[in-house]
């Protein structure tokens, strides 16, 4: 069974703190994202990478960056935390176009 | 960013009735459409899809319909359960700003009412 693994469920951290949310995928696949979703904004595309090594700026870099060292791994890096960061982070993956993604369960993330 | 979705925000039904949940796409390019379902605290999981090739894709209880000439996406719920409160999204996959991926609605909460 396909899976998309986020490390943290719930985390809380301190404003200017360095967070590191990390993303692991089984299923050998090539694309990976990530999104945050807030109430009455849906999903928004914070960065992508298409395969190791690459990274893409999606709709809302700003704050964020990201590392992708392994093909199963993609890690999403908030430089310095803010209070606005404070939402729920989803980790995606799939195979390659036009394929649907899976996603992970998500990360709840405060920012205090 | 592109937008999906000109969701009614939330839809309540009575258990054993049909859900219709709507969703309207903005790129007559989009070739690919896929429903999810978010529980609560939970990741959104696929539902089905449907190709732009196709008008309309039957699942386990679920029914997709694709109108490509008014750009709308329909979720049918036959005989709608407790388990499927949640919030479903619409997202169609295109070429936008930042590359060929999908995109997402805002989403419907469904609540069913036993």
């Known amino acids: 069974d396909v899976k998309v693994t986020q490390s943290s469920r719930y985390l809380v951290k301190r404003t200017g703190e360095k967070v590191f949310l990390e993303c692991v995928q089984d299923m050998d696949h090539e694309n990976m994202f990530w999104y945050r979703q807030d109430p009455g904004l849906g999903l928004r595309l914070i960065y992508f990478s298409y395969d190791v090594k690459m990274k893409e700026k999606g709709d809302i870099p700003e704050g964020y960056s990201v590392s992708r060292e392994k093909k199963e791994r993609f890690s999403l890096i908030l430089e310095s935390a803010s209070t606005n960061q404070t939402s729920m982070y989803l980790c995606a993956s799939r195979t390659g176009y036009p394929y649907g993604y899976t996603f992970g369960s998500g990360t709840r993330l405060t920012v205090v | 960013g592109e937008s999906v979705g000109l969701h009614l925000p939330t839809l309540s039904v009575q258990e054993g009735d049909n859900s219709i949940i709507n969703c309207a796409y903005s790129?007559?390019?989009?070739?690919?459409f896929i429903w999810y379902k978010q529980e609560s605290g939970k990741g959104p999981q696929f539902i089905i899809d449907i190709r732009s090739n196709m008008d309309k894709r039957q699942g386990q209880r679920v029914t997709v319909l694709l109108n490509k000439t008014v750009k709308h996406l329909s979720l049918q719920i036959a005989a709608t359960q407790p388990g499927d409160s949640a919030v479903y999204f619409c997202a169609e996959n295109m070429v936008g700003n930042t590359g060929n991926q999908f995109y997402f609605g805002t989403g419907t909460s469904l609540t069913v009412i036993p």
């Open positions: 790129n007559s390019a989009s070739d690919y």
